[in-house]
């Protein structure tokens, strides 16, 4: 069966200093990830995807992933955690069972940026 | 562009009553999703639609949900009748599959449901 962990309810950074985000995937063939974030009363949005090639994707605000196939990972990363970074994140992988672009979201990690 | 949109942002209802949430996707868009999300369940799919037509609605809880797509510009989700277990965020999200390298979802701001 497809899925996707994130082992980590809270991650908590103090502003400056790197931050990372874990997720681990479990799917067959090739993995299409994903990375969103929650802002507190808003939809999720976007950060940034893997498809295919470079293993490192930057994406929004300054995020990037690092795609590791034998490790099924795909940690998002920031060197410089903001104050404004603080919300949930959610990794997610595409549903391969289903036809079109169905996802399988982990249950999310809440950052916590300290100033 | 717009973005998704949904109404109502908030909608308080007394147990037993219908609720109709509504949303618009992204022009162009040829999939549109329904989640729900609680504290206690996380983000759930409940259904998507493909070219308006249901794909999977194995994430319905139950009966009292139903879901259509009459055109692609316009879907509603509705709960008859509701249940205070119903309370939750619900959002919607749609996605435009052109090539291999799209698959992102855009989501709404969601509709809050209080059911009391």
């Known amino acids: 069966a497809q899925s996707v962990a994130q082992p980590e309810d809270q991650v908590n950074v103090a502003e400056g200093n790197p931050l990372t985000v874990k997720c681990t995937y479990s799917?067959?063939?090739?993995?299409?990830l994903f990375w969103y974030v929650q802002y507190p009363n808003r939809g999720l949005q976007f950060l940034l995807k893997?498809?295919?090639?470079?293993?490192l994707v930057k994406g929004s605000y300054g995020f990037e992933a690092e795609f590791n196939k034998s490790q099924t990972s795909f940690h998002l990363k920031k060197p410089s955690a903001l104050v404004s970074d603080s919300a949930l994140y959610f990794c997610a992988v595409r549903d391969i069972t289903q036809a079109g672009t169905a996802l399988i979201f982990g249950k999310g990690t809440t950052l916590s940026v300290s100033s | 562009d717009a973005g998704v949109i949904q109404s109502p942002r908030h909608e308080v209802t007394e147990m037993g009553q219908e609720v109709t949430l509504r949303c618009k996707p992204i022009?162009?868009?040829?999939?549109l999703f329904w989640y729900r999300q609680t504290m206690m369940r996380g983000l759930e799919l409940l259904i998507y639609f493909n070219n308006n037509v249901p794909i999977d609605d194995s994430g319905m809880p139950e009966d009292r949900f139903s879901a259509k797509m009459p055109n692609a510009s316009f879907s509603t989700l509705k709960i008859q009748p509701s249940e205070p277990r119903d309370s939750a965020v619900y959002f919607c999200?749609?996605?435009?599959?052109?090539?291999?390298?799209?698959?992102?979802?855009?989501f709404g701001p969601g509709t809050r449901l209080t059911v009391t």
């Open positions: 893997y498809i295919t090639g470079d293993n």
């Open positions: 799917v067959s063939g090739n993995p299409y």
């Open positions: 999200a749609s996605s435009l599959v052109v090539t291999a390298s799209s698959y992102e979802q855009y």
């Open positions: 022009s162009g868009h040829n999939s």
